[in-house]
């Protein structure tokens, strides 16, 4: 059965921690991994990764997927309050979405 | 850019009830997407359109929920009669076309059923 499974389930840290969020995947026709952040509302895009070994980039955000072990992992650095969200890992199979469970991520100051 | 409108934002019924959400995705994108959101989880796709039909609604429990997307532009999504377990935020989302893998999600409809 294709999964995606996220872990930590949740995370509390304090401001300027730095923080790494794993998403394991088990899917038969694997295209693309997408990572999200959620905050109260809708999910919003971060990442997507395609490629083995390529880091992708964003300020105090990166991510890296490995295709032969099959997972992917988000770092956050120096993190702030206002990182504060759950984290989404979604992997796309053909054309399907599959979503893992999420790491709720507390940042205290 | 304007983004995905969802409404109602929330709605709370009794179980039995019905109900209806209503999505109108990002002007041009092709894809529709209804995903169910329960606490603690992460989101379940219900059902996926391109332009107004059908690609994939196996997940989609057809005795009790229904969406159409008449006009290939906004959908509606409803639940009748809601169990209590359908308690849940219903995301809508839409992309450019099916193989576009980024989503943009709307802020969702809130759904509590007592």
Known sequence: EDKVVQSPLSLVVHEGDTVTLNCSYEVTNFRSLLWYKQEKKAPTFLFMLTSSGIEKKSGRLSSILDKKELFSILNITATQTGDSAVYLCAVVDNNDMRFGAGTRLTVKP | ?114
Do not use: M
Request: charge should be positive; charged fraction near 20%.
């Open chain 2, 1 to 114: 850019e304007a983004g995905v409108a969802q409404s109602p934002r929330y709605k709370i019924i009794e179980k039995r009830q019905s109900v209806a959400f209503w999505c109108n995705p990002i002007s041009g994108h092709a894809t529709l997407y209804w995903y169910q959101q329960i606490l603690g989880q992460g989101p379940k796709l219900l059902i996926q359109f391109q332009n107004n039909g059908v690609v994939d609604d196996s997940q989609l429990p057809k005795d009790r929920f229904s969406a159409e997307r008449l006009k290939g532009v906004d959908s509606t999504l409803k639940i009748q009669p809601a169990k209590l377990e359908d308690s849940a935020v219903y995301l809508c989302a839409s992309s450019l076309h099916s193989g576009a893998n980024v989503l943009t999600f709307g802020a969702g409809s809130r759904l509590t059923v007592l």
